[in-house]
């Protein structure tokens, strides 16, 4: 933070502001990523017909997979031990940033007239290219949430502005394309795309020029060995809970977000605006109460009680035979779905924190590296579900009806098959997470232990770092 001295003792504290400021970065993110989340799909199955030749699909989904296993422990274990003197966090943001525009922008200029070839191509270079700088901006944006403030509270300040301008961003990453999707053209909507990609890396640098990283973490502390940052993250029982239940978090949203689309054009055959409407308002409304929520049970039992209520609702969904009783289920799921979005980058930090007091270095970006290694498949995983299921039920695209959605054409399993994908598996999902953060151990007494030791370390680092500064001058 930009007033933050090596003075400062104790947990930072954040003005309203100051929390706006690093939930810019959110927001110009979400746009990006809730744009391809929501239209990547149907942009390639439905607009490009490669429902007509689904491996295509497949061997992108299989490739993509592989590179995201690779690419976040490998940025994470290179930001934990950059040593510039302008910090090992935000410089990746800020420089990175630019290149996300750019790759985003040329997703969207595969072109139908493409040969299969050459729309595979496309399709793969450009998710590829896109993923990394996405992974290396938000991966130590992530980590730097629980090296600016031990303070819980504080986390979740941060974190709720992050979420809810991330929410925005999101909601209009639905906005902006069906704005511009319906037209014969593409240029339109790709006109909107080079718009968006300039707005969201412009947000993102923005909050890299509004804080600053504490400098004992890069000064003082020394970097685990590679053998020992792998031996250490595996054997944190907290991290591999929290990390096999947000593969879950991670599936639900790849799918919910990629198949809004499918649901409005083809089941309810309503503006996906009123969907996303259903879906946002009670996120929005809900991520409001999560500091009450923490206050009555804690940071797990909180995510538990809405991933109940977001599995309920979307397992409804299913087999709802109105589009009224699918808008009331949709409103029940969205508003389950604050747990995944606000609470898992703060069990995340509590993780760290454990971490810290074994090892004594702070190391988030391995953590999170290592998480997407495991959660990334999701993705390609959410990619490759409907278009197997659409595939083999003999959906027809609109590559096929003139670019126009013809949902009187599709057979009943097709329709079916939306409402699997978008509603029954997403919804196991968000109840198995539920029984897998049974077995998180961080939590009650243990937890209040961490906290103070956590504090206690930190001092002793700024006094070391006090003492490494006096020394040098």
């Known amino acids: 933070m930009e007033n933050a001295s090596t003075e400062t003792m104790g947990p930072r504290k954040f003005t309203i502001k100051e929390r706006f400021y690093w939930g810019f970065a959110s927001l110009g993110g979400s746009i990006i990523s809730g744009i391809y989340a929501s239209l990547l799909p149907i942009f390639y199955t439905d607009y490009l017909g490669l429902v007509e030749n689904a491996g295509i699909i497949y061997i992108v989904s299989i490739i993509y ?4 296993a690779i690419n976040d422990p490998l940025f994470g274990v290179i930001s934990d031990k950059t040593k510039s003197k302008k910090g090992r966090r935000i410089p990746f943001m800020r420089y990175t940033a630019p290149f996300l525009g750019i790759f985003f922008i040329l997703v969207w200029f595969a072109d139908p007239s493409f040969s299969e070839m050459q729309l595979f191509w496309w399709m793969l270079i450009t998710m590829l290219l ?8 938000f991966l130590v944006f992530s980590a730097l949430l629980p090296e600016i403030t031990e303070d819980e509270k504080e986390r979740n300040g941060l974190q709720v502005i992050s979420s809810f301008l991330g929410l925005i961003g999101t909601i209009f990453g639905f906005i902006i394309p069906d704005l511009f999707r319906h037209q014969a053209s593409l240029l339109p909507l790709r006109m909107s795309m080079i718009a968006v990609g300039i707005i969201g890396s412009t947000l993102i640098i923005f909050t890299t020029y509004k804080f600053k990283e504490r400098p004992e973490f890069t000064i003082v502390d020394e970097p685990l060995g590679m053998i020992d940052m ?6 944190s029982k907290a991290f591999i809970i929290a990390v096999v239940a947000n593969f879950m978090s991670i599936l639900l949203q790849s799918l919910i977000l990629g198949s809004l689309f499918y649901l409005g054009d083809y089941v309810t055959q309503t503006s996906s605006i009123i969907l996303i409407l259903f879906v946002f308002i009670p996120l929005l409304v809900g991520i409001w109460i999560t500091p009450k929520l923490i206050e009555k049970f804690d940071v797990v039992r909180a995510d538990q009680l809405l991933l109940i209520l977001g599995g309920i609702g979307l397992i409804l969904l299913t087999f709802m035979p109105t589009n009224e009783l699918i808008f009331v289920s949709i409103a029940i799921a969205g508003f389950g779905f604050v747990g995944p979005l606000v609470f898992t980058n703060l069990l995340f930090a509590q993780v760290a924190d454990e971490d810290e007091v074994r090892t004594g270095v702070r190391r988030e970006a391995m953590f999170f590296g290592v998480n997407a290694l495991i959660t990334k498949p999701a993705q390609s995983l959410a990619l490759a579900i409907p278009v197997a299921l659409l595939a083999a039920t003999g959906f027809i695209p609109r590559s096929q009806t003139g670019g126009i959605a013809r949902p009187d054409l599709q057979p009943a399993a097709a329709l079916f098959a939306i409402r699997l994908f978008i509603g029954l598996i997403p919804g196991i999902a968000l109840l198995l997470e539920v029984l897998i953060l049974q077995f998180y151990p961080l939590k009650g007494e243990y937890w209040a232990k961490i906290q103070k ?14 003492e490494l500064m006096k020394n040098q001058k």
Not at 130 to 137: K, S, V
Not at 230 to 235: D, G, M, R, V
């Open 130 to 137: 896109y993923d990394t700088a996405y992974t290396i901006i």
């Open 65 to 68: 997979a592989i590179w995201n």
């Open 230 to 235: 792998i031996k250490f993250t595996f054997k």
């Open 453 to 466: 030791e956590i504090l206690k370390m930190h001092e002793e680092k700024h006094k070391k770092l006090k």
